[in-house]
């Protein structure tokens, strides 16, 4: 069966990265894009990016351009994501989801990491 | 960026009970492809989102048929036909038929 499996908490220090991982089993895993979606209690759910992992094309929403940096593994069938300079408005639930291209929408999801951005 | 609007923002409602939940786009989200990438999901609590419809209208596997949805455009319902006790929590629309994509502020279904 699908899976996606996601790191379940970061604690991290404001201004310092953190790099989060979706490791996928049950499928092909250059034949579907992943996405990248954040959730918060104040701004809901907010898409931030794609990657196709075959090619390692990615797309970002303009929000997140320069914040987030998607790329994969193929070897290892993992997806990941780097926040950079991390703030108190990066807390948050990040889930990774897998793209049924044919009508753009995300069928499988991940559990989600939780960030915490503290000092 | 397509701005979804979902109400209402809370539902009250019994074991058996029919609801609808509305989401309105500020843009058509027919798409030049003549698809329409508009899509239901539910967030039961303390779990991640899960997909219920696709494209509108398109059941998703194992998906009970209680669940439909409907629209074109921008006005777009999704339709629960007697309630259960497993379909608490929040729907949410999402879009994919703009850059970037786009979800609304959910809807949370709870029990009366």
């Known amino acids: 069966q699908v899976q996606l499996q996601q790191c379940g908490a970061e604690l991290v220090k404001p201004g310092t990265p953190v790099k989060m991982s979706c490791k996928v089993s049950?499928?092909?895993?250059?034949?579907?894009?992943i996405s990248w979606i954040k959730q918060t209690t104040g701004q809901g759910l907010e898409w931030i990016g794609y990657i196709y992992p075959e090619s390692g094309s990615t797309g970002y929403n303009e929000k997140f351009k320069g914040k987030a940096t998607l790329t994969v593994d193929k070897s290892s069938n993992t997806a990941f994501m780097q926040l950079s300079s991390l703030a108190a408005g990066d807390s948050a639930v990040y889930y990774c989801?897998?793209?049924?291209?044919?009508?753009?929408?995300?069928?499988?999801w991940g559990p989600g990491t939780m960030v915490t951005v503290s000092s | 960026d397509v701005v979804l609007t979902q109400t209402p923002p809370t539902l009250s409602a019994t074991i058996g009970q029919s609801v609808s939940i509305s989401c309105r786009s500020s843009?058509?989200?027919?798409?030049?492809?003549?698809?329409?990438?508009l899509h239901w999901l539910l967030q039961r609590p303390g779990q991640s989102p899960q997909l219920l419809i696709y494209?509108?209208?398109r059941l998703e596997s194992g998906v009970p048929n209680r669940f439909s949805g409907s629209g074109s455009g921008t006005d777009f319902t999704l339709k629960i036909s007697g309630v259960e006790a497993e379909d608490l929590g929040v729907y949410y629309c999402?879009?994919?038929?703009?850059?970037?994509?786009?979800f609304g502020a959910g809807t949370k279904l709870e029990l009366k």
């Open positions: 049950g499928y092909t895993f250059t034949s579907y894009v």
């Open positions: 999402v879009q994919g038929t703009h850059a970037p994509n786009t």
């Open positions: 494209s509108v209208s």
């Open positions: 843009q058509s989200l027919l798409h030049s492809n003549g698809n329409t990438y």
């Open positions: 989801a897998r793209v049924a291209q044919d009508y753009w929408y995300f069928d499988f």
